[in-house]
């Protein structure tokens, strides 16, 4: 089947192909997937997405068009694309639900060992022979307690490694996991996970009921945040209220591998331009906020998976009409 990729990265082109084995006919392009691009996959019934490419009704509407099947998201969220939109016009829907919990699950731990121990900072300091501490000090993670909201294959791995440093934890999920309580976690109430968290870390999906989860009624709630971690999707959480928060002393520390506004901005290089962003912009200024650009799942491991899985989905597709994991029939 011919397939073209959308916002290919080298790496993306590295991996797919090793999966590929020649299978399919994969057609790489840098362009993002949106209304106005969509033309670009006239003769392939497949196409391959990323996490920011739009797949709303219009973008859709063109892949229909010009003879696309098959949507092929080559990450695990899908909450760019217009399920309904694809059901009417009769276009397959397929995603990576798991590839690596690990690696997400790891970056923020990463995240949150940075920003306690100010290790992006004193990396700087030290290579400029300045090996003063003020403005360095953390808190021990021993015995703090860790809000997880989103018990799923990520959050658990989170719970794990504090569990792994002696931290209290409790979680926050509709649909609460035996796993999660094996691992010490005591499930509350949103109100009470807010109250009582020093850590609070989001690892839900975007859905119309976690969209500005935290807003700033729940930074209202929060009594004794010291950092608030986000590496599930930007709109997650309310960036303003956010942001007053931080101004306010409420949220002591903001890590953030995601952001509401992302797709105009992360997964290229927009060093020599001027971020028009004033929202992100404010960000950048605080000492207490850390960002990285969604590089959660850049491991190598979760790349192979996520090729291998994105290459079965379209296989199972020809051979059977049905993609291995369709989005909306599990
Ligand atoms: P998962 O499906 O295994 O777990 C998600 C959990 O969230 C489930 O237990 C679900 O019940 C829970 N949930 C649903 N609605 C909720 C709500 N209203 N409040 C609290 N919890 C709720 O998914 P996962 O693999 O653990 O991934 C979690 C999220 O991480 C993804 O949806 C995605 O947005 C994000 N993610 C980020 C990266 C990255 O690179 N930063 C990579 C992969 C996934």
Known sequence: MRVTVFSAKPYDEEFLKAANEGRHELIFTEAGLHAQTARLAAGSKAICAFVNDDL???????????????????????NRLDLSAAERLGITAARVPSYSPYAIAEHTLALVLTLNRKIHRAYNRVREGNFALTGLLGFDLHGKTVGVVGTGGIGRNVMRAFAGFGCEILAYDPFPSEEAESLGARYVGKDELLEKSEIITLHCPLTPETRHFIDEKA?????????????????????????????????GALALDVYEEEEDLFFRDLSS????????????TFPNVLITGHQGFFTQEALFNIAHTTIENITAYEEDGQALHPIGKR
């Open 273 to 284: 331009t001027v971020i028009r962003d004033d929202v992100f912009a404010r960000l950048l």
């Open 56 to 78: 709303g009704a219009s973008t859709l509407s063109v892949l229909k068009e010009v003879g696309v099947e098959i949507v092929a998201l080559r990450c695990a969220g899908f």
């Open 219 to 251: 930074i209202a709630a929060m009594k004794h945040c010291r950092m608030l971690v986000n590496t599930s999707r930007g709109g997650v959480i309310d960036t303003h209220a956010v942001i007053e928060g931080l101004k306010s002393g409420r949220i």
